[in-house]
């Protein structure tokens, strides 16, 4: 079975979008309003589940093994819902979960964190493994965020800044590999 999945029906149906070189596991899942950013990847077993609203990726981002990424729908209690957006050279550490909420460029959201409905992630953040972003919370450019709930504490080095795009360059390479494979094997 293809990870990538429609939702809906007739002319309400909704099919992923991707972008040039991404690679999706077959064991993830992909289904809906999702469109992802050229040298992407999604790891197995992430799933990535716009169903109810649009989940946009961008590129040579990573989604890691487990990661759940999801919507709010719109309904009586939130009556636009929130989609899912993240950015550019975004790593999303294993067993994450990003609920309707926005991430900017140039981000690590570390292994096992929560960024809940309505949150809003600037560019160049480092969300340390395990934090809680509460709903509606915004993060500022250029800090680590560690905790649950999280609080802001420090500024990143330039060291942590480079690392954003070492990151989703050593991911794009790997992807780049797992590609290779697959058409060496079919």
Not at 59 to 81: C, E, K, M, W, Y
Not at 94 to 100: F, I, Q, T
């Amino acid at each position: 079975m293809s990870p990538l999945r429609a939702h809906g029906n007739g002319a309400d149906q909704k099919y992923p979008q991707l972008g040039d070189n991404v690679y999706v596991d077959p064991q993830a899942a992909v289904i809906g309003d999702v469109a992802i950013g050229e040298d992407s990847s999604v790891w197995p077993m992430a799933v990535v589940r716009g169903d109810m609203h649009r989940i946009r990726i961008g590129a040579r981002t990573s989604v890691q093994d487990g990661a759940v990424l999801h919507i709010t729908h719109a309904g009586p209690f939130n009556p636009d819902g929130w989609p899912l957006v993240i950015g550019d050279d975004v790593t999303i550490g294993h067993k994450a979960c990003l609920h309707g909420c926005t991430v900017g460029n140039r981000v690590l959201v570390g292994i096992g964190s929560i960024v809940m409905d309505g949150a809003v992630i600037e560019d160049e953040v480092v969300l340390a493994a395990g934090a809680l972003v509460p709903p509606g919370k915004k993060l500022e450019s250029g800090y680590l965020y560690v905790g649950a709930p999280c609080k802001q504490a420090r500024p990143l080095s330039d060291k942590e800044r480079e690392f954003f795009r070492y990151s989703a360059q050593n991911y794009v390479k790997l992807k780049n590999d797992y590609l290779l494979a697959e058409q060496v094997q079919s």
